[in-house]
């Protein structure tokens, strides 16, 4: 509770602080950071295959970018991007410490934005919907299984975040998205398997509006 009164505290201290960077119709929000993609547990069962055994992946990080065009005050259109991540499938169970898969992938997403607060709010929280399409590619089939790689997938995301001004147009943020990412193995012994990623997605960026 204590946690929760500082935050809010801070939050009304922000705001109060005064206009420093509207958000107005045409502008350009550009941020760059740390993105880091945790995947669920449990990313595949496997118990056909090998019986008792499961597959899981593993987080990466990397660069990661968003440009946001805002509309008005209370809304924008964000594009999320990055650098490639690399994950290794691991064999979990009856396959634990088995380097089944190593993959790549990028998963460029849609966003519409909305921002609650005015827009000369120094604290600008906003939530986000949007549309994911993930594609792999530079599969590594480390088990033998004759898999020639994963199926691309589209599914929802939806997320929330902040920016807060620092000086003029320069600004920090901190943004979470759960994003739907659910495939399938092609090919080979486990071809059809399906494989659900489903990340949570870490962003911490600086950004500048123009």
């Known amino acids: 509770m ?23 119709a045409g502008d350009i929000l550009v941020k760059a950071g740390v993105i880091t993609v945790t995947p669920k547990d449990d990313n595949a069962n496997t118990s056909a295959l090998v019986a008792d ?5 593993t987080s990466d990080t990397q660069l990661g970018l968003t440009g ?3 509309f008005t005050p209370h ?12 994950h290794t499938v691991e064999g979990d169970g009856a396959l634990d410490g088995v380097d089944v898969m190593e993959v790549s992938h990028l998963p460029p997403t ?14 600008q929280p906003y939530v986000s919907l949007g549309v994911n399409y993930t594609f792999f590619f530079d599969e590594k089939d480390k088990a033998g299984l004759g898999s020639s790689g994963l199926k691309p ?18 600004l920090l943020n ?9 495939t399938e193995v092609r090919g080979g012994a486990a071809d ?19």
Request: hydrophobic letters at 50%; proline letters at 5%; glycine letters at 10%.
């Open 75 to 86: 809304f924008g259109v964000e594009v999320l991007a990055a650098t490639p991540f690399t």
């Open 174 to 182: 901190a943004a979470i998205w759960k994003v739907d990412i659910d």
């Open 153 to 170: 997938s589209f599914g929802l995301s939806y997320g929330a975040g902040v920016d807060y001004t620092i000086k003029d147009s320069w």
């Open 110 to 123: 849609v966003s519409g934005v909305f921002y609650p607060l005015p827009g000369d709010s120094k604290l």
């Open 53 to 57: 055994s499961m597959l899981q992946i």
């Open 2 to 24: 204590k946690l929760l009164q500082t935050v809010i505290a801070a939050g009304a201290l922000a705001v109060a602080a005064g206009p420093v960077m509207a958000y107005e």
């Open 68 to 70: 946001t065009y805002v």
């Open 192 to 210: 059809g398997l399906n494989v659900e990623i489903d990340p949570f997605v870490f962003l911490f960026a600086c950004g500048y509006k123009f």
